[in-house]
């Protein structure tokens, strides 16, 4: 049996290239559950995988697609049997395991989750790492004591993928939430998920001049890092938290120790990779329920597998907004 994929190749001169090809079930990866896959999505990651260069890849030929959401389809786990619906994060699928970009995928039955009530495959991948990240984002500042009349919480980055999700599922909540910007065309679409209040991206990446300033913020989800999360910790309110997720604004943190001596902050870091089940089951159940999905349609981009080698070069550029869901067998 055959089924469509997209594929990604390296040429003995070293260049890679991506093309929807057919390939046969004998040669997918040795994994205990084979999933029809429904949906998949358009992450940074995969912009590396399926753009030149081939990223993160390793091994060719190689199918990317960090998620998917789909049907058991064969199953030798317990825990899984075919009808069952299900969705994957992590686990670097789609990086050293070929990924959801194709209409089948084998993989190990720990790294999936039973989708849960309330949510389609479709809906999933609206979701998909990004959204389930922005939950991971979410449930730690929670579970160190933020509540919304503790006072306002900033997102930054909040037009991506997690920034997106971040802003709708607090603002659900009854957050009083702050978008960080740098694109004043996107402000209309911060506000329609619910932002209060749209932050210019220049107000928070100045250069810090005082390792301490004035206490704004009750909590915090930074996707940027860098000079931008520097800053923010120095705005923290006493022993309040942020949450980091993305190094987009670099791996290095120039700030002081003082901000974590004198207030107490908290920093959070949030690697939605290798997760513990129990901790993904909780997200996808929280997701599920504090997640407006009228919201969420609002930010979805269809996207077929033909599409993909396009917009892996528009998602490197930071030229997408929102949420790309991609339909493998469209």
Not at 66 to 76: K, R, Y
Not at 274 to 292: C, E, F, G, N, S
Not at 294 to 312: F, S, Y
Not at 317 to 328: A, H, I, L, M, P
Request: hydrophobic content about 40%; charged content about 25%.
């Amino acid at each position: 049996m055959t089924f469509k994929a997209l594929v990604v190749d390296k040429n003995e001169e070293g260049k890679t290239s991506a093309a929807v090809k057919e390939i046969d079930e004998n040669q997918l990866p040795d994994g205990n559950v084979t999933v029809a896959v429904e949906y998949s999505t358009l992450n940074y990651k995969d912009g590396l995988c399926v753009g030149p260069g081939g990223g993160l890849v390793k091994d060719y030929p190689h199918v990317p697609g960090i998620d998917f959401a789909g049907t058991v389809d064969e199953s030798s786990d317990e825990w899984y049997k075919p009808g069952d619906k299900v969705v994957l994060t992590g686990w670097r699928v789609g990086e050293v395991w070929w990924g959801g970009y194709a209409q089948k995928a084998s993989v190990k039955g720990e790294w999936l989750v039973p989708l849960p009530d309330g949510l389609t495959t479709r809906d999933a991948m609206a979701v998909g790492t990004a959204g389930f990240t922005a939950m991971l984002a979410v449930m730690a500042l929670e579970d160190h004591g933020l509540k919304p009349e503790n006072g306002p919480v900033l997102v930054t980055g909040a037009a991506g993928g997690v920034g997106s999700v971040a802003v709708a599922i607090l603002a659900n909540l009854g957050y009083e939430v702050h978008a960080v910007t740098g694109r004043e065309s996107t402000w209309d679409y911060l506000k329609s998920l619910g932002a209060r209040a749209i932050v210019p991206r220049d107000d928070v990446a100045e250069t810090i001049k005082r390792p301490l300033e004035k206490e704004v913020w009750a909590g915090a989800i930074d996707a940027v890092g860098g000079d931008m999360l520097a800053r923010i910790l120095g705005q923290m309110k006493y022993g309040c938290s942020v949450a980091t997720i993305g190094l987009a604004g670099g791996a290095n943190l120039p700030a002081s120790v003082i901000p974590f001596i004198l207030r107490g902050v908290n920093l959070l870091g949030i690697d939605s990779v290798m997760r513990p089940y129990d901790d993904r089951v909780r997200a996808w159940q929280r997701i599920a329920k504090d997640l407006p999905l009228d919201k969420l349609h609002g930010m979805i981009h269809p996207a077929t597998l033909e599409d993909l080698p396009g917009l892996g070069k528009d998602i490197l550029k930071g030229q997408v907004k929102g949420r790309v869901v991609v339909d493998v067998n469209a």
